[in-house]
């Protein structure tokens, strides 16, 4: 199956339930409490619902339309508009950039730094990773691994070393070899907050400091399959650090996809990449479009002035 085609597959439980909800005969009080009901149940959150609750209410009543199956498509473009991707998002391919990959142990950095950096490497950029999560056992390994996967060099220290040793030789080796993309990860656990605060303001001090004219930029992974602990943990890191992007992993049938909508809606940090299983190229670039049709089984998206349009057409 093709990447869109895995991803339809992966969130299809919550596809039937959404699909579910618009066979309501007419647009009353229960067809707007299955619908909330529904769309909290897929992880998009009491707020994010809310809102397209509210601007479906607001439309319906606007349109006078009374067929539930109407409403599919202005709830696909709510929801549409709560997850826009800035032109600029990837404005980072085309400058010698730094990526730190930061989140919890367990949600998929080491496997997603490994993927991007196959990605870029199969695209002719060169690329370095640095193995900076020096704490966890077994991870200066793993991402020794992935690194020979993808044909790129990895710099590395002994497990225990200070981080941001690891970080100077990476950005130093960096900007000797005029590397396109440096690729970091980095601990997922530290002792607390602080610890986590400190650690990074430390590698992006020694970052601005030794290769102040590249561009920084911090990623958060995300495992999809955690719902809202996933947009809790990325509110945490947003109160210690910057985050440019997310990547969202395991879309692959345990999650329910809704959390992409919720961490977009409520924290205005754009999604820049997703994944869908555990292949090297089971990592792409964010699509807004694909990933809506994907929650509303390819459903056909219609802006709302067509819907309006089609409305005052059987109004005649």
Known sequence: MGFFQRLKEGLRKTSNSIANVFKASEIDDNF???????????????ETTERVIDDLREKVEELGLKDAEKCKELVMNSL???MHVPDNAYCFEDAKTVMLI???NGVGKTTSIGK????????????????????????????????????????????GADPSAVVYDAVKAAKARKTNLTLIDTAGRLHNKKNLMDELAKMRKVISREYPECYVETMIVLDGSTGQNALEQARQFSTVTEINGIILTKLDGTAKGGIAVAIQSELKVP???????????????????????????????????????EAVSNED
């Not at 990592?283 to 819907?307: H, T, V, W």
Request: no cysteine; net charge negative; aromatic share 10%.
């Open 32 to 46: 707007y409490d299955e619908l909330e009901e529904t769309l909290i149940s897929a992880d998009m959150g009491f």
């Open 80 to 82: 549409r508009d709560q």
């Open 102 to 104: 930061i989140g919890v």
């Open 116 to 159: 991007l950096a196959a990605q870029y490497k199969s695209q002719g950029r060169s690329v370095i990773v640095a193995a900076a999560d020096t704490f966890r056992a077994g991870a200066i390994e793993q991402l020794r691994t992935w690194a020979e996967r993808a044909g790129v060099d990895i710099i590395a220290q002994s497990e």
């Open 271 to 309: 999604v820049k990449y997703i994944g869908v299983g555990e292949k090297i190229d089971d990592l792409q670039k964010f699509d807004p479009d694909e990933y809506i049709n994907a929650l509303f089984a390819d459903f056909d998206l219609k802006s709302d002035e067509e819907i309006m349009a």
